[in-house]
């Protein structure tokens, strides 16, 4: 069956980014993206996801599936080729669902407490924390997901582009508070699938730099 | 299996130790609970959810399960013989874990809000935004129903008992701001489902009685009230 497969993205988004690298992993590269603007949505996109209005949203044969953990599940089920994202042991499954969730509930959240604003000292410890505790998880595996690039694991470089962000605007190291992450991320940022889908630094950074100006100047 | 392999950390009033319930319910799966008071969390708690130190936490011989959408899906994964709770199709599957979502983060906080909200217009307000999402949610009932009792279908799953699991507090909640969120005229497939999904044999006995929910409301309210007031 010809199978139709359409990405609302933007560029920069760490959440499109998780659908791109899923889709990489499995082997499929035949879909069309289309770029997003937030301040002027597509037709398809109020219709596809009328409920949130974002993205990223992949549409399958004409059917939308919204939510970037929920469509890398998606993937992950649909497409059986290459290693799962998730493991096949249930309680393995729980573990990597429960850090993914970690990472959806804190790092956007805080993160924008750093770059946003000027300077919070309470804000970068909690984010500090974060990475640390993500750290302890990883301890000294190879991925999250042991072995094998797994779910945690897509989720949590997707904020790779971010890690300089708030270094520069909290005024911290990553590699000085936890080097093994950031390890961790350099292997991950080695995989094509990965590198593939990695914005440009600098043009990121500009990005960023620019968001902020905005909404600093409002 | 044995009851002590199964023990479930949780609170009476929590809808979301109340959905876990449920579930372990579905599966006739037997289970020793431990009510947790949330001013003192017992050690077992802090131990096996150092993270967010919350309710609930499913402990399956020796080992914390914690989320209750992450508990819900493990139990559904493990009791592959008990009725199954997910959909089998992926997209079906996507779409009850899209509404899972949207009634977690988007619905209930509402609902939250209107239980401690005074002054007419302030309650007008968030209860206008919940209804809204109730319309969301019966075009979602619909689709998903095709047309059966359930969101799940002919059976009781998984967004069921997600959005079931708040029928508790929203009958509290409408009773305690004075208004009616689900009706027939405006919910009619909703109305009918919540009717349905409370008299469920896996339901009935886990959500708390509607003047139990409203009496604690008040407590928690005056205890707020008390720690916030001018010394």
């Given at each position: 069956?010809?199978?139709?497969l359409?990405?609302?993205?933007?560029?920069?988004?760490?959440?499109?980014?998780?659908?791109?690298?899923?889709?990489?992993?499995?082997?499929?590269?035949?879909?069309?993206?289309?770029?997003?603007?937030?301040?002027?949505?597509?037709?398809?996109?109020?219709?596809?996801?009328?409920?949130?209005?974002?993205?990223?949203?992949?549409?399958?044969?004409?059917?939308?599936?919204?939510?970037?953990?929920?469509?890398?599940?998606?993937i992950?089920?649909?497409?059986?080729?290459?290693?799962?994202?998730?493991?096949?042991?249930?309680?393995?499954?729980?573990?990597?669902?429960?850090?993914?969730?970690?990472?959806?509930?804190?790092?956007?959240?805080?993160?924008?407490?750093?770059?946003?604003?000027?300077?919070?000292?309470?804000?970068?410890?909690?984010?500090?924390?974060?990475?640390?505790?993500?750290?302890?998880?990883?301890?000294?595996?190879?991925?999250?997901?042991?072995?094998?690039?797994?779910?945690?694991?897509?989720?949590?470089?997707?904020?790779?582009r971010?890690?300089?962000?708030?270094?520069?605007?909290?005024?911290?190291?990553?590699?000085?508070?936890?080097?093994?992450?950031?390890?961790?991320?350099?292997?991950?940022?080695?995989?094509?699938?990965?590198?593939?889908?990695?914005?440009?630094?600098?043009?990121?950074?500009?990005?960023?730099?620019?968001?902020?100006?905005?909404?600093?100047?409002? | 299996?044995?009851?002590?392999?199964?023990?479930?950390?949780?609170?009476?009033?929590?809808?979301?130790?109340?959905?876990?319930?449920?579930?372990?319910?579905?599966?006739?799966?037997?289970?020793?609970?431990?009510?947790?008071?949330?001013?003192?969390?017992?050690?077992?708690?802090?131990k096996?959810?150092?993270?967010?130190?919350?309710?609930?936490?499913?402990?399956?011989?020796?080992?914390?399960i914690?989320?209750?959408?992450?508990?819900?899906?493990?139990?559904?994964?493990?009791?592959?013989?008990?009725?199954?709770i997910?959909?089998?199709?992926?997209?079906?599957?996507a779409?009850?874990?899209?509404?899972?979502?949207?009634?977690?983060?988007?619905?209930?906080?509402?609902?939250?809000?209107?239980?401690?909200?005074?002054?007419?217009?302030a309650?007008?307000?968030?209860?206008?935004?919940?209804k809204?999402?109730?319309?969301?949610?019966?075009?979602?009932?619909i689709?998903?129903?095709?047309?059966?009792?359930?969101?799940?279908?002919?059976?009781?799953?998984?967004?069921?008992?997600?959005?079931?699991?708040?029928?508790?507090?929203?009958?509290?909640?409408?009773?305690?701001?004075?208004?009616?969120?689900?009706?027939?005229?405006?919910?009619p497939?909703?109305?009918?489902?919540?009717?349905?999904?409370?008299?469920?044999?896996?339901?009935?006995?886990?959500?708390?009685?509607?003047?139990?929910?409203?009496?604690l409301?008040?407590?928690?309210?005056?205890?707020?009230?008390?720690?916030?007031?001018?010394?």
């Open positions: 069956m010809a199978e139709e359409i990405l609302l993205n933007i560029w920069a988004s760490p959440f499109g980014m998780r659908v791109r690298i899923a889709l990489a992993e499995k082997g499929v590269d035949g879909y069309e993206t289309r770029e997003e603007n937030l301040q002027n949505m597509s037709p398809l996109l109020l219709q596809m996801n009328p409920v949130h209005k974002k993205i990223p949203v992949l549409i399958h044969n004409g059917r939308p599936v919204c939510e970037s953990l929920i469509i890398v599940q998606y992950d089920e649909v497409w059986k080729r290459g290693s799962p994202l998730l493991p096949s042991d249930p309680y393995r499954r729980a573990h990597a669902r429960f850090w993914a969730d970690y990472v959806d509930k804190k790092l956007y959240s805080l993160g924008k407490l750093i770059w946003l604003t000027t300077g919070e000292a309470a804000a970068k410890e909690e984010l500090i924390g974060c990475f640390k505790l993500l750290e302890g998880e990883l301890g000294d595996k190879t991925y999250f997901g042991g072995d094998s690039f797994g779910f945690v694991d897509v989720s949590l470089i997707s904020f790779y971010w890690f300089n962000v708030f270094e520069h605007f909290g005024n911290f190291s990553m590699v000085v508070e936890c080097p093994k992450l950031v390890a961790w991320a350099h292997r991950c940022a080695e995989r094509e699938s990965v590198s593939k889908c990695l914005p440009n630094e600098q043009e990121f950074f500009d990005f960023v730099v620019e968001l902020r100006k905005k909404a600093m100047t409002k | 299996m044995a009851k002590s392999d199964v023990k479930l950390l949780g609170a009476w009033p929590s809808p979301f130790v109340n959905r876990v319930q449920i579930a372990l319910n579905l599966k006739s799966v037997d289970y020793e609970f431990q009510e947790e008071k949330f001013d003192n969390k017992s050690e077992l708690l802090l096996s959810n150092p993270v967010h130190k919350k309710v609930p936490v499913l402990i399956h011989n020796d080992k914390p914690c989320e209750s959408l992450i508990i819900v899906q493990y139990l559904d994964e493990v009791w592959t013989s008990g009725p199954s997910l959909p089998s199709d992926p997209y079906d599957r779409t009850a874990r899209f509404w899972a979502a949207y009634v977690d983060d988007k619905w209930f906080p509402l609902l939250k809000e209107l239980r401690t909200t005074e002054g007419e217009e309650k007008a307000e968030i209860s206008k935004k919940l809204e999402g109730l319309v969301l949610l019966e075009e979602a009932f689709k998903c129903s095709k047309g059966k009792g359930f969101f799940g279908g002919e059976r009781i799953g998984y967004l069921d008992i997600v959005f079931g699991s708040f029928l508790g507090w929203l009958k509290a909640v409408e009773k305690i701001a004075g208004l009616k969120l689900v009706g027939e005229l405006v919910t497939g909703l109305a009918a489902w919540a009717e349905r999904f409370c008299s469920h044999e896996a339901v009935k006995g886990v959500i708390p009685e509607t003047d139990r929910l409203v009496e409301a008040k407590i928690i309210q005056a205890r707020l009230k008390a720690q916030s007031a001018p010394k």
